[in-house]
């Protein structure tokens, strides 16, 4: 099982970036894919998720940082996307994304299998 995450970059205040998530090894369908962050000093912190609700139905929901401005979604069966819009400066961090069979799939203790991050930095 492999979860790559990629398309971070260095970006300005304002501007946006579309990370992507590609995960293999076995079918996510019904995992809930989700993403994390971790700035530079902190903890590693719950970002957003997509919640499998049965069929081809999926939900969404965001920490209160990121609401409005970032949006997750689902592509191809094993693949997830974090459009990032409105960049902050303290959205500056490493961004993994995470699958989880059975948790909530916000806390870490849930997480089943964690990618490797990919950088996210935003200047001012």
């Known amino acids: 099982v492999q979860l790559q995450a990629s398309g971070g970059g260095l970006v300005q205040a304002g501007d946006s970036l579309r990370l992507s998530c590609a995960a293999s090894?076995?079918?996510?369908?019904?995992?809930?894919m989700s993403w994390f962050r971790q700035a530079p000093g902190k903890e590693r912190e719950f970002v957003a998720r997509?919640?499998?609700?049965?069929?081809?139905?999926?939900?969404a929901d965001y920490a209160d940082s990121v609401k409005g401005r970032f949006t997750i979604s689902r592509g191809s069966r094993n693949t997830v996307y974090l459009q990032l819009n409105s960049l902050k400066p303290e959205d500056t961090a490493v961004y993994y994304c995470?699958?989880?069979?059975?948790?909530?799939?916000?806390?870490?203790?849930?997480?089943?299998?964690w990618g490797k991050g990919t950088l996210v930095t935003v200047s001012s």
């Open positions: 997509t919640t499998w609700g049965g069929r081809d139905l999926y939900y």
């Open positions: 995470a699958a989880d069979l059975g948790g909530s799939g916000r806390l870490e203790t849930d997480i089943d299998y």
């Open positions: 090894g076995r079918d996510f369908s019904t995992y809930t």
